[in-house]
């Protein structure tokens, strides 16, 4: 027997319910920041990450997947704000419309060891503002994150920003930071040995122990940061203040890929264990001029569908079913039962029929496991009479009604 790869799910019936919702509530919200979709393939060039989310990262040395095909390298993509500024800039949406609003949902891949609520094929939804500096941008993008979340009725998250501030001054701190762990490294975790050496704001990002302890003590601050992004930062956190939006400023927080500058943001619940980012985003005012494009200042973020359904927990979205089951009962019943499956249909009211030749009691039992709304009997009776017996499912009570009363009667 096969079994699935490690790493991937399958969803099965009974929980994909609970995604269909979640993305319906999500498209809804975009659609009130006025976010429109954008849908890119799963498979991209190799160089395009090893470009933008930066050769030393984990993402790019250790967890992408990479198919090669003759002289061609290709990986299933990581993640997507690369392959949608790829595809901004590919299809001229910098020359025709500038300023641009996208949201996107699909699976994601990475080759990590899988745990809970992390999958080597998960799902992001996500959202990209690209084209303006404006710090009222960022206000709106971490409020629309803030709002898919309680439009979810996920509560208890928190939300932790900071200011990377810009190029020259994530140089200054990446600098500055490394001098500070010089004196801790011994005690640093393996991997952040290594960090320290390629990318030390990666240390800041280490779950482990050890690490968390030598940065909680380096006295970490915004003194890196120029006046201008100082200023930046200082519209932003008055911005979510003016909302009324919870947030904690944390000097430590950093994003794990190159491209992240000024405003970050992570949003985390307690539900999730160490790994306990459900959310996360910021700038990346530089991406688009690296890709090949013009200077133009860009934010976005991703939650991760799996992270959210564990956030949910036992709260999740009941499951409403309106299924009209059609039960027959000989030869010209089945006839009957089958014209009236279309009507149904034609009429918008989801509906099945028995198919296996059940008994009437097995028959029913099938529609109570489907969740039944309603069962529509017809058997010699009913076609003597022309009326079908209709059951309700949820309060037992039933009644013969005509062909003609059919509809009112199943949609009342």
């Known amino acids: 027997m096969y079994k699935k790869v490690s790493g991937t799910k399958d969803i099965l019936p009974e929980e994909s319910y609970i995604w269909q919702e979640i993305e319906k509530t999500c498209r809804s919200t975009f659609s009130l920041y006025n976010f429109q979709e954008i849908r890119t393939p799963l498979i991209e060039e190799e160089s395009l990450f090893n470009r933008s989310l930066g050769r030393d990262t984990e993402i790019v040395q250790k967890q992408m997947f990479t198919i090669c095909n003759k002289d061609e390298n290709y990986v299933l993509r990581p993640e997507g704000t690369a392959s949608i500024v790829r595809s901004y800039l590919e299809n001229n949406l910098d020359k ?103 990318n030390p704001l990666r240390v800041l990002d280490c779950k482990k122990g050890l690490c968390r302890d030598i940065v909680k003590h380096l006295g970490i601050h915004e003194s890196f940061l120029c006046a201008e992004c100082k200023l930046h930062f200082k519209e932003v956190t008055e911005g979510l203040d003016s909302l009324k939006i919870k947030y904690e400023i944390d000097p430590c927080l950093v994003r794990g890929l190159d491209y992240y500058n000024q405003t970050v943001f992570e949003i985390t619940h307690d539900s999730l264990g160490s ?138």
Do not use: W
Request: aromatic share 6%; hydrophobic share 35%; glycine share 12%.
């Open 96 to 198: 025709t419309s500038r300023f641009s609003k996208f949201y996107y949902l699909g699976p994601m891949f990475r080759l990590e060891r899988p745990q809970k609520g992390r999958l080597r094929q998960f799902h992001h939804i996500g959202c990209e503002a690209i084209g303006s500096y404006d710090p009222a941008l960022d206000i709106e993008v971490i409020s629309l994150a803030d709002r898919l979340l309680s439009s979810l009725s996920i509560a208890n998250y928190k939300t932790r920003i900071n200011s990377l501030g810009c190029l020259k001054d994530k140089a200054k701190f990446t600098e500055a930071i490394r001098k500070k762990l010089q004196d801790n490294k011994e005690g640093l975790c393996e991997d952040c040995r290594d960090r320290l050496k390629n």
């Open 275 to 412: 790994q306990d980012a459900i959310g996360a985003g910021g700038r990346y005012n530089n991406l688009v001029a690296e890709l090949g494009g013009p200077e133009l200042g860009s934010i976005g973020f991703a939650f991760g569908v799996e992270r959210l359904i564990l956030a949910k927990g036992t709260k999740m979205i009941p499951r409403v079913n309106s299924l009209a089951y059609i039960i027959t009962i000989g030869e010209k019943a089945r006839g009957e039962g089958i014209e009236i499956l279309q009507i149904l249909r034609d009429n918008g009211v989801p509906s099945d029929m028995d198919y296996e030749g059940r008994s009437i009691k097995g028959a029913m039992r099938r529609a109570s496991d489907l969740k039944a709304k309603v069962c529509l009997i017809i058997g010699d009776d009913e076609m003597k009479k022309g009326v079908i017996t209709l059951k309700d499912m949820l309060l037992g009570g039933q009644k013969e009604v005509g062909s003609g009363d059919l509809i009112r009667e199943i949609i009342c």
